[in-house]
């Protein structure tokens, strides 16, 4: 029969192998997992421009297509910027802000906010995408939405979500949700109206998708993600238009 002591003694050995072998497995992955949250980031940014990627080539059609990334502040001014994979403005890389926290000192309208917006080239025309957040039913929406030259009608979006319920809210990530975003326009003249996702949209409304039914709230959630952080968009917007 063994001892209290003993058993106290081997219980602690168990836990200390335990705790190593795990920080070691995390330690050790770590950069695997980085790479493999970088290169989602890649394909949800390709997708919103329509080009298709794998996790095999996401880095490399990134770099070709995605010229330009820049880094503004709330004013509107470019404080980071990156051509061609180099730091030509500033210490700041956008594609490594984090999105979660800087949107939130945006909503608290704190100066100390910096917002990215990754510049895609096509065909010799430049695209302008907009990472997005907000809340859904359930938990975290995300996504981007991609404008044209004239900063105000879409070419594309991209959403993801974290836990909203298969076949209703969920469906955010189709395509036939995303494809109404096409062509529909974030401004009337000069006055922001971004696009509202509501029942039983008029279609021929550049500023309205119809929800997804039986999905309200998740719906709801991305009307209020665009018109949030594209507010924060701006005075950045207003800035290039001059």
């Not at 010799?124 to 859904?136: A, E, F, L």
Request: hydrophobic content about 40%; proline content about 2%; aromatic content about 10%.
């Amino acid at each position: 029969m063994f001892s209290n002591r003993y058993i106290y003694i081997y219980s602690i050995i168990l836990v200390v192998c335990a705790a190593a072998i795990l920080t070691f497995a995390a330690v050790g992955l770590k950069p695997m997992q980085d790479r493999n949250v970088r290169v989602e980031k890649m394909q949800q940014l390709l997708d919103a421009v329509g080009i298709s990627s794998t996790t095999k080539d996401a880095q490399e059609k990134f770099d070709e297509y995605f010229t330009e990334q820049y880094a503004v502040n709330l004013k509107g001014e470019v404080v980071g910027k990156i051509v061609n994979g180099k730091q030509i403005l500033g210490k700041v890389n956008p594609f490594s802000l984090d999105e979660k926290k800087q949107f939130s000192l945006a909503k608290n309208k704190d100066e100390n906010a910096l917002l990215p917006i990754y510049i895609c080239t096509k065909q010799g025309k430049k695209q302008y995408v907009i990472p997005v957040r907000g809340n859904g039913l359930w938990g975290a929406i995300w996504g981007n939405i991609a404008l044209d030259e004239d900063l105000k009608t879409v070419v594309g979006v991209n959403f993801s979500h974290k836990g909203e319920t298969p076949g209703l809210g969920a469906e955010i990530t189709t395509d036939n949700f995303k494809n109404q975003f096409k062509g529909k326009t974030i401004f009337d003249g000069d006055k922001f109206t971004s696009i509202s996702v509501i029942k039983r949209a008029d279609k021929a409304n550049l500023h309205q998708v119809d929800a997804i039914s039986g999905g309200t709230m998740t719906s709801n959630g991305v009307s209020d993600m665009l018109k949030d952080c594209l507010g924060y968009y701006i005075p950045y917007f207003n800035s290039v238009k001059k």
